[in-house]
């Protein structure tokens, strides 16, 4: 079954304590994404990727990390979390951004609580 | 990317078609109307995209005016797994770098047994 899937799920830790949100990807799509959803903000993008080893910054990057080492991968590293990242985050995929009618794939969400 | 503007609630009889609408009045020529859903936080779910036919799949069917100013997302035979939060998303054809989807509020809709 076609699916992008994040681990884990839920997640309460604590200020500082570095943590990593995998996501992972089974239809080699080359295009990967965070969001974040927000009450009121709606879902804004973290941080995405066009290919293996290829990152950009999206519109809220401040206090994260992404790698691309593979390309069914694209972890989430936060390296001190801080309580203003306490959010459900979503994790996305398509076929390359360039490409028209790139419908996105998008995993079943981490809600993350930092203490 | 055009501004959308969606009612932010509706409500529907179960079995009943549920007719969304989306106004779009600032959209381009090379833009196309994208509709997403999210069922109570669960990841955005792709229903369908047109430019300027009305386009059907197994999920919706997309009416989009001749001007191209607004659209109605119609689900034919809404059921009680219908009831989401529907985003109407307008963008390029390309992408672009960040192929990043702009979610607006959208509009919760209610299916009603």
């Known amino acids: 079954e076609a699916q992008v899937t994040q681990n884990p799920r839920y997640l309460i830790t604590v200020t500082g304590k570095k943590l990593t949100v995998t996501c992972s990807q089974n239809?080699?799509?080359?295009?990967m994404s965070w969001y974040r959803q927000d009450p009121g903000l709606g879902l804004r993008q973290i941080y995405y990727s066009m290919n293996v080893e290829v990152t950009d910054k999206g519109d809220v990057p401040e206090g994260y990390k992404v790698s691309r080492k593979e390309k069914r991968n694209f972890p989430l590293i936060l390296e001190s979390p801080s309580p203003n990242q306490t959010s459900l985050y979503f994790c996305?995929?398509?076929?390359?951004?360039?490409?028209?009618?790139?419908?996105?794939?998008f995993g079943p969400g981490t809600r993350l609580t930092v203490l | 990317d055009a501004k959308t503007t969606q009612p932010p609630s509706m409500d529907c009889a179960e079995g009943r078609a549920a007719n969304l609408p989306c106004n779009h009045s600032?959209?381009?020529?090379?833009?196309?109307v994208y509709w997403y859903r999210q069922i109570h936080s669960q990841g955005p779910q792709y229903i369908i995209h047109g430019l300027k036919n009305n386009e059907t799949n197994e999920m919706a069917s997309l009416i989009i005016t001749e001007d191209r100013k607004s659209s109605t997302l119609i689900l034919p035979h809404a059921t009680l797994r219908d009831t989401a939060v529907y985003y109407c998303?307008?963008?390029?054809?390309?992408?672009?770098?960040?192929?990043?989807?702009?979610f607006g509020t959208g509009t919760l809709l209610a299916v009603q047994p």
């Open positions: 996305a995929s398509s076929f390359q951004s360039g490409v028209a009618y790139n419908e996105q794939f």
């Open positions: 239809m080699n799509h080359e295009y």
């Open positions: 600032t959209i381009s020529g090379n833009e196309y």
């Open positions: 998303i307008v963008r390029k054809v390309y992408g672009g770098a960040t192929n990043k989807l702009i």
